[in-house]
């Protein structure tokens, strides 16, 4: 079963308008959230994190959403550039698993058009 | 600064082969791990470690060994590769989630392994 889900496999958007990537996860022992960022042949670059007792961290353009709730987050970027053009992988983890590895969603494909 | 360094970048192997995926970081981190990247996949976590000595199975261990003799160097190992283990395989790093909480991983640039 999928604990991390990001239901679109690729997002389309327009240089200088708002890209909001989405992100469902089902474990609520999950105290923390990541966006990691990921270029063609290259590893994945940690973007912005958010833990579970806030419900908004912003940093530059990007800002992760948490909905404990709804357990859903979301990150907005403002204004999307064509470097913004990766896949963006969610990620969580549960501090007190003891695993401390992160569990990671599929991936969105964000395609920035001129 | 290097980070983490993986070798090789490239590699095939005939199902059947040995051979060690090597990973190395300097910057003193306690945390590694191994992550394998299949399309529609995402990243599933193979094997870590939360310090020299330690190490635990992650998702999907079968088919993979490692140990982690000293804190900069993490090596996976394929027994026997089979055509199932096509894939590309990134090490990654950090100081674990008891020094900063959220566990912000430091990846490497990935090797991609065929088998055939």
């Known amino acids: 079963d999928q604990q991390v889900k990001q239901n679109s496999p690729s997002l389309s958007v327009q240089e200088g308008r708002i890209s909001i990537l989405n992100c469902d996860y089902t474990?609520?022992?999950?105290?923390?959230f990541l966006w990691y960022k990921k270029y063609p042949a290259e590893g994945p670059t940690f973007l912005i994190s958010i833990s579970s007792i806030k419900d908004k961290n912003e940093d530059g353009r990007f800002t992760v959403f948490l909905n404990k709730s709804a357990k859903h987050l979301s990150l907005h970027i403002v204004p999307s550039q064509p470097g913004d053009s990766a896949v963006y992988f969610c990620?969580?983890?549960?501090?007190?698993?003891?695993?401390?590895?992160?569990?990671f969603g599929k991936g969105t494909h964000l395609i920035i058009q001129p | 600064n290097a980070g983490v360094t993986q070798t090789p970048k490239f590699q095939v192997l005939k199902t059947g082969q040995s051979m060690t995926l090597q990973c190395a970081q300097d910057m003193n981190h306690e945390y590694m791990s191994w992550y394998r990247q299949d399309p529609g996949m995402g990243l599933r976590l193979i094997h870590y470690?939360?310090?020299?000595?330690?190490?635990d199975q992650g998702e999907v261990p079968n088919g993979y060994n490692v140990s982690r003799s000293t804190t900069e160097d993490f090596p996976l190992r394929l027994l026997s590769a089979a055509p199932s283990q096509t894939s590309v395989y990134f090490c990654?790093?950090?100081?674990?989630?008891?020094?900063?909480?959220?566990?912000?991983?430091?990846f490497g640039a990935g090797s991609r392994l065929t088998v055939l």
């Open positions: 990654a790093s950090s100081y674990g989630v008891r020094t900063s909480g959220a566990n912000v991983l430091t």
């Open positions: 990620a969580a983890s549960d501090t007190g698993g003891g695993a401390d590895g992160l569990t």
């Open positions: 470690s939360v310090g020299a000595g330690i190490t």
């Open positions: 474990n609520s022992m999950f105290d923390y």
